[in-house]
């Protein structure tokens, strides 16, 4: 790799050399075993071979020439772009596996139409053999799939390795940021769960003699409020992550837009109350009242976000304080 003057990290290479050696040999094999294949049954069709798409029929030189060259264009053509690293890795994965699949399903044409014709016994001879096509077929599908979802592309460098050297940079002058991270499960109290579900128990039980899907509905909706204040916290050298039940994203503040971060004892109401709440740029997720950590942000707004406890809380908050540059903030 060379590097310019902008630390951007362009790579000079556009091809990756592994994937390429693969996009050219590979069709190549299978362009050898044709021919091999053909001139083993060329002798049980002196007349010549049809096409697989007809048109009368062309000599077995002919025949084999029109199965190399779609092969090669197929395997070749659309593979080698798949070597190229200017390409996102997903598309090189995409292209790469479709060119294994055609250039299989391509192979499998031609040899089927090699057999069809050379049928021997009381076999009638036909244009393509349907039973070669089919299993052919099936296996080129799955080939291409396995393909795709196993190649590894050839790793360049990016911005995200740009973001983890001068992480690693960091951590050379300052090692307590090497530990930098820190992740928790929050989850409600269960003085607050017990209190949501009896909201939903006590009207829906007099209101279950109307009808029981009542009950079953507001217990339904008292379960599914307990969900969401229920929540996974990452923190890492990018920022904070909130997720809701530890997959649905609710939360991000990036550490380059964090003014300061203190640690708290909070009451939930006066922050919006419980929950995840977005207003007027400010955002909150608490799942109790309690030890909190509040962020104040470059553009003015507040995040403020609930912790097991104030020893968490005040962790939290000289990880983010260090990663935005700034010194502790004391609660």
């Known amino acids: 790799m ?22 050219l040999i590979f069709p190549g094999l299978l362009a050898i075993g044709l021919v091999i294949g053909g001139l083993l049954v060329g002798g049980d069709l002196p007349d010549g071979v ?14 084999l020439s029109v199965g190399v060259g779609t092969i090669l264009v197929l395997g070749a053509g659309i593979g080698g772009w798949g070597a190229r690293t200017t390409l996102p890795g997903t598309g090189r994965r995409v292209l790469l596996g479709t060119a ?3 250039q299989l399903a391509s192979c499998t044409l031609f040899a089927a139409a090699l057999l069809g014709q050379s049928s021997q016994g009381p076999l009638p001879a036909v244009r393509v053999d349907g039973y070669v096509m089919l299993m052919g077929s099936g296996l080129a599908a799955a080939m291409g799939v396995v393909l795709a979802l196993t190649f590894k592309p050839d790793e360049q460098w990016t911005r995200a390795d740009d973001a983890a050297l001068a992480g690693i940079l960091d951590s050379a002058h300052d090692p307590a940021a090497a530990h930098d991270q820190l992740a928790y499960f929050l989850h409600p109290r269960g003085s607050v769960t017990m209190m949501i579900l009896l909201l939903a128990v006590l009207p829906g039980s007099l ?15 008292a379960l599914l409020l307990v969900a ?10 990018q920022g904070l992550t909130v997720k809701i039940l530890g997959f649905i994203p609710a939360l991000v503040a990036p550490c380059e837009e964090i003014a300061a971060a203190v640690s708290l004892d909070i009451v939930a109401k006066d922050y919006g109350g419980w929950g995840l709440r977005k207003h007027s740029g400010n955002a909150t997720f608490l799942s109790y009242s309690g030890a909190a950590v509040v962020l104040r942000m470059n553009d003015g707004a507040k995040v ?10 005040d962790e939290l908050s000289e990880i983010l304080n260090r990663r935005a540059g700034k010194p502790p903030t004391q609660r």
């Open 2 to 23: 060379t590097f310019d003057g902008s630390h951007d990290v362009p790579s000079a290479r556009h091809l990756d050399a592994r994937a390429l050696r693969f996009a």
């Open 304 to 313: 403020a976000v609930s912790a097991p406890n104030l020893d968490t809380a």
């Open 50 to 63: 049809e096409l697989p798409w007809g048109g009368g029929a062309v000599s077995l030189p002919v025949f």
């Open 207 to 221: 209101l279950a003699l109307i009808s029981p899907w009542i009950l079953l509905g507001l217990l339904a909706a």
């Open 100 to 102: 294994m699949a055609l």
């Open 228 to 237: 969401m204040l229920c929540a996974t916290v990452h923190v890492d050298r």
